[in-house]
């Protein structure tokens, strides 16, 4: 029985990604020694879009297909605000049809998405 996910995110500066990631997102998480965190994460859900060409990452001996991480929220205006006073930075906040949407800009340089769904979402399913 398959009882969770595990996700990735590859990152230039893994150290500063975990300490942003724990001390201004609030992310729960587990020290497995060295440093490495592995973090709880909010209920999540998964959809599965069609790509325009390779989408992978090599992981080990395999080739994995990739991923791409958005946070939810329910008010995607008052989240950026908050974070904003964190001193994060977020692009700017657009309406995408299918969700409010703004990206995280880790210490690392990468981003992260968050948006505010406006479609049914899979999070209660249980």
């Given at each position: 029985?398959?009882?969770?996910?595990?996700?990735?995110?590859?990152?230039?500066?893994?150290?500063?990604?975990?300490?942003?990631?724990?001390?201004?997102?609030?992310?729960?998480?587990?020290?497995i020694g060295?440093?490495?965190?592995?973090?709880?994460?909010?209920?999540?859900?998964?959809?599965?879009?069609?790509?325009?060409?390779?989408?992978?990452?090599?992981?080990?001996?395999?080739?994995?297909l990739?991923?791409?991480?958005?946070?939810?929220?329910?008010?995607?205006?008052?989240?950026?605000?908050?974070?904003?006073?964190?001193?994060v930075?977020?692009?700017?906040?657009?309406?995408?049809?299918?969700?409010?949407?703004?990206?995280?800009?880790?210490?690392?340089?990468?981003?992260?998405?968050l948006y505010?769904?406006?479609?049914?979402?899979?999070?209660?399913?249980?």
């Open positions: 029985m398959i009882n969770g996910a595990h996700f990735l995110l590859y990152s230039t500066d893994a150290d500063a990604d975990r300490a942003f990631i724990r001390d201004v997102l609030g992310f729960k998480n587990v020290d060295q440093g490495w965190l592995i973090f709880g994460l909010p209920p999540s859900e998964m959809a599965v879009h069609p790509a325009d060409g390779a989408f992978t990452q090599r992981h080990g001996d395999q080739t994995m990739g991923v791409v991480l958005y946070l939810m929220c329910d008010d995607v205006t008052a989240e950026v605000t908050a974070l904003e006073a964190k001193g930075r977020c692009s700017a906040i657009e309406d995408a049809g299918w969700g409010i949407k703004t990206t995280i800009r880790l210490p690392s340089g990468g981003d992260v998405g505010q769904p406006k479609h049914a979402t899979a999070l209660d399913l249980g």
